[in-house]
């Protein structure tokens, strides 16, 4: 059986904060936030939300999406950098709160592009006939690292969660093929010490090289050509990062998602954030080619080729 996505859940927190709200907080305008960044406005969790509650929230979706119970979930992989603990696993905490009481459960970390990560593990035990239902979270609370009186990250990050049930699909859909990458050389150029540190320029650099060069890999392998594709949705970290490799794959504007003027960059979420959006506005429909495409701290890459449906 191939492996697909059978069903999707988010959580977004309620509290918005704005361009302007952050203009009050640290020297910068809207106007800069808006034309390096796409970023209008991202959602900020309360202090009483944690990571392991926005997955919670994020799961329960998925699972009634899917139309499975907790109890049938073989494993659960929460992909995060922002877990409740070192340990327990924000994937443990879950599995204990959903009842998951069969499922095997661990965190994984490769920050943004942490779900796509998660997604490629969870299609190997499908494929192999090892577990039947995977549950992939990618969430992260980054306002709790987040340096508020740094403008070069404050202005960038958001919270939320989203949730995907693997599981096997029919014949000719789900995943096609992948690519997963490092480069622990780019180590120094994103990561956490207390805050988030960040050398963007560094950062942007790598991103636009390898986010287009990865979807071009992962439609190479699966035989297939850029004009196949119906909809990419590319980490939402910087709409000029994600216009590159909308032009590299040479794709209408239609035909990406944009949901990052929104809800920032959300790290691990912020794919299946923007997927469960897609699916919400009807752009996102059954046998529809894929290609989905994240970077981040790691330096860490991945990208998926699917077809659309269960
Ligand atoms: O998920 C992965 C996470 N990271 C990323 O995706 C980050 C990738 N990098 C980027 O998105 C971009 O590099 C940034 C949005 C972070 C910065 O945009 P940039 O076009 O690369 O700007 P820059 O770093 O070259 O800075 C230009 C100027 C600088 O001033 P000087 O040195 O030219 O006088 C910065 O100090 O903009 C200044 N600046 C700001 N000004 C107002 C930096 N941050 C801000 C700010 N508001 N928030």
């Known amino acids: 059986m191939n492996a697909g996505i059978i069903g999707m859940g988010r959580y977004l927190p309620e509290r918005i ?40 929230f994020s799961a329960l979706e998925a699972l009634k999406d899917a139309g499975i119970t907790a109890e049938e979930l073989d494993l659960i992989i929460v992909a995060t950098v922002t877990p409740d603990h070192p340990f327990p696993s924000v994937a443990c905490l879950l599995q204990e709160r959903l009842g998951a009481t069969k499922a095997a459960a661990f965190d994984c970390s490769a920050a943004c592009a942490g779900f796509m990560y998660g997604v490629v593990m969870a299609k190997q035990f499908i494929d192999t006939n090892t577990y039947k239902h995977v549950l992939v979270i990618g969430v992260e609370k980054l306002s709790r690292i987040t340096d508020w009186s740094d403008r070069n990250t404050a202005v960038l990050f958001g919270d939320a969660a989203g949730a995907a049930v693997i599981g096997p699909v029919s014949e000719g859909r789900g995943i096609l093929s992948f690519e997963l990458g490092a480069d622990g050389t780019g180590a120094k150029h994103l990561y956490q010490d207390e805050y988030i540190i960040m050398n963007g320029r560094e950062v942007f650099k790598f991103a636009v090289r390898q986010m287009g060069e ?12 850029k004009e196949d594709v119906d909809f990419l949705v590319p980490h939402q ?8 490799a ?24 912020s794919i299946p954030v923007a997927i469960v959006e ?25 990208a998926i080729a699917l077809r659309w449906g269960r």
């Open 17 to 56: 904060v704005t361009n302007h709200d952050l203009e009050k907080m640290v020297d910068t305008s809207d106007e800069w936030i808006r034309t390096r960044t796409g970023i209008e406005e991202r959602r900020i969790a309360s202090d009483d939300i944690d990571t392991s509650d926005m997955a919670y």
């Open 214 to 225: 990865s979807c071009i890999n992962v439609l190479e392998k699966a035989g297939l050509k």
């Open 237 to 244: 970290a910087n709409i000029r990062i994600m216009e590159a």
């Open 246 to 269: 909308r032009e590299r794959l040479e794709l209408p504007e239609e035909k990406m998602s944009k949901v990052v003027h929104k809800y920032g960059n959300t790290s691990a979420s």
């Open 278 to 302: 897609e699916l919400q506005n009807g752009r996102i429909k059954d046998d529809d080619l894929i290609v989905m495409v994240g970077f981040g701290g790691g330096l860490t890459w991945g």
